[in-house]
């Protein structure tokens, strides 16, 4: 039997997670049923380190997310996976190869599109979400800077002052009160 694979460029130990995570999602959306997907990320999907080739399976891959809930001993294999270094003990190496075997009824090349373009969405909307906060800060700023203005002009605050007066100036409702 032969089995052609598709290598993704290499890519960094710490964005392996994320990578799952898109491939997941791309997988799904095509239709491929949880059951596949088990089968899929444990015989078809792999990556290998650039330097010492050892391999962790696609379902590694998923579970480095995972063992960020559980205690891990220290510099096990896990352990090294979440911070980013490859698995074997003493490897200075920071990038794997993934591989993609063919399965049947699955065109990697779109998935990989799928997912590429799913993290591209996610990075445009974390960009979007990062002006956000800086233009709230922006105008944050701005309204403080006003509110000192107003301070130094008037010897008051402009809201914390007037308002306080009608509110407790019970001779504006009293004449209708009796009625
Ligand atoms: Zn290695």
Redesign the pocket.
Same mark, same amino acid.
């Given at each position: 039997m032969t089995q052609t694979a598709t290598t993704i460029a290499q890519v960094r130990v710490d964005s392996l997670p994320a990578l799952y995570t898109s491939l997941t999602a791309a997988l799904s959306e095509a239709g491929f049923s949880s059951r596949q997907l088990e089968e899929i990320f444990s015989n078809y999907v792999s990556a290998e +380190?650039v330097? +010492?080739s050892?391999r962790i399976t696609g379902e590694e891959m998923g579970r480095i997310n995972l063992a960020e809930e559980r205690t891990l001993a220290p510099d096990s294999k896990f352990d090294r996976l979440k911070r980013g270094s =490859?698995?074997?003990k003493g =490897?200075i190496?920071l990038r794997y190869r993934v591989h993609l075997r063919e399965y049947p009824d699955l065109d990697w090349l779109k998935i990989r599109e799928k997912a590429s373009e799913d993290e591209a969405a996610k990075k445009a909307n974390a960009a979007r979400k990062r002006l956000l906060i800086r233009l709230g800060m922006g105008i944050g700023v701005i309204l403080t800077l006003l509110f000192c203005r107003y301070l130094m002009y008037y010897g008051h605050a402009p809201i914390l002052q007037k308002p306080h007066k009608y509110t407790i100036d019970p001779a504006s409702v009293a004449p209708e009160a009796p009625r």
């Open positions: +380190c330097l +010492c050892t =490859c698995a074997k =490897c190496s």
